[in-house]
């Protein structure tokens, strides 16, 4: 967290290119590790997704396939609704992203995660699309990670023992997490987020992503009516309790750890 935050600081005080040059390094750095262990990467494909960079990550970007099979959350969350979504949805935003990248070599040399974190690098001409496609890429990556089958019961870990500490027990979390979820109004996301080293529930209208708010998304959860609509219709709040039925608490735990160093 003090590096987003000295990164965030850094960028009130127009010093972006001295970030840019850091964060190339350390990419370059990560891209060639990845390169070398590139089938090895390719199996973990998703657990490595949405932290640093793998071979889905080096443009043109790819859509990474789920972890489980896309009936394995049933019943909460139905097959159909689980093909289109990631198939055709998520997989929507992975071609839109390479489509607005095209011709811009200098962004297509970063990160789907650092697209969203240094919004301020895209030229304007590209930014709305940029923030929508590559926000829903990075968004989608993250849902599908912090479900599985055999998801949801009690947070573990030091997740689990911060979100007791802060909430006093895990049913008032989920309360504030699930009026969250069904208080964002038309398209948008809830999330659990990392916010200057502390614990926060937030939300997003459409595909903004935490990560350009200088957070670290540790779960989130999609409340645009594709993600629920086949199943659910306009029962949301069905939807948000089946949703934290299928939470990955383990995967969660390992996000936050990690969210906690950066
Ligand atoms: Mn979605």
Same mark, same amino acid.
């Given at each position: 967290?003090?590096?987003l935050n000295?990164?965030?600081?850094?960028?009130?005080?127009?010093?972006?290119?001295?970030?840019?040059?850091?964060?190339f390094?350390?990419k370059?750095a990560?891209?060639?590790a990845?390169?070398?262990?590139?089938p090895?990467?390719?199996?973990?494909?998703?657990a490595?997704?949405?932290?640093?960079?793998?071979v889905?990550?080096?443009y043109?970007y790819?859509?990474?396939p789920?972890?489980y099979a896309?009936n394995?959350?049933?019943?909460?969350?139905?097959e159909?609704?689980?093909t289109?979504?990631?198939d055709?949805?998520h997989?929507?935003?992975?071609?839109?992203?390479?489509?607005a990248?095209?011709g811009?070599k200098?962004l297509?040399?970063?990160?789907? @995660?650092?697209?969203?974190?240094?919004?301020?690098?895209?030229?304007?001409?590209?930014?709305?699309? !940029? #923030?929508? +496609?590559?926000?829903?890429?990075v968004?989608?990556t993250?849902f599908?990670?912090?479900?599985?089958?055999?998801g949801g019961g009690?947070p573990?870990?030091?997740?689990?023992?911060q979100?007791?500490?802060?909430?006093?027990?895990f049913?008032?979390f989920k309360?504030?997490?699930a009026a969250?979820?069904g208080s964002?109004?038309?398209?948008?996301w809830?999330?659990?987020v990392?916010?200057?080293?502390?614990?926060k529930?937030?939300k997003?209208?459409n595909?903004?992503s935490?990560?350009?708010?200088?957070q670290?998304?540790?779960?989130?959860i999609d409340?645009?009516e594709h993600?629920y609509y086949?199943?659910?219709q306009?029962?949301?709040?069905?939807? @948000?309790?089946a949703?934290?039925s299928?939470?990955?608490?383990?995967y969660?735990?390992?996000?936050? !750890? #990690?969210? +906690?160093?950066?």
């Amino acid at each position: 967290m003090a590096e987003l935050n000295q990164a965030n600081q850094e960028n009130e005080q127009g010093t972006s290119e001295a970030i840019s040059r850091r964060d190339f390094v350390k990419k370059t750095a990560m891209l060639g590790a990845a390169a070398i262990a590139a089938p090895s990467i390719l199996g973990a494909s998703l657990a490595n997704a949405q932290q640093g960079a793998t071979v889905l990550d080096q443009y043109p970007y790819k859509l990474p396939p789920l972890n489980y099979a896309k009936n394995a959350l049933m019943p909460y969350i139905d097959e159909e609704t689980m093909t289109i979504h990631h198939d055709k949805h998520h997989q929507g935003y992975v071609n839109g992203l390479n489509k607005a990248l095209e011709g811009h070599k200098e962004l297509q040399s970063m990160t789907p @995660i650092e697209l969203v974190k240094n919004l301020d690098q895209v030229p304007a001409e590209i930014k709305t699309s !940029v #923030r929508n +496609m590559c926000g829903g890429h990075v968004n989608h990556t993250l849902f599908w990670n912090c479900m599985a089958p055999k998801g949801g019961g009690d947070p573990r870990g030091s997740l689990g023992d911060q979100i007791r500490s802060d909430w006093g027990d895990f049913k008032s979390f989920k309360d504030e997490f699930a009026a969250a979820a069904g208080s964002v109004f038309g398209s948008g996301w809830a999330w659990l987020v990392i916010e200057n080293g502390k614990l926060k529930i937030t939300k997003t209208s459409n595909q903004d992503s935490p990560w350009s708010a200088g957070q670290v998304p540790v779960v989130g959860i999609d409340v645009w009516e594709h993600a629920y609509y086949l199943k659910y219709q306009n029962r949301r709040s069905d939807y @948000i309790n089946a949703w934290l039925s299928v939470v990955d608490w383990g995967y969660a735990d390992g996000q936050y !750890v #990690r969210g +906690m160093k950066m």
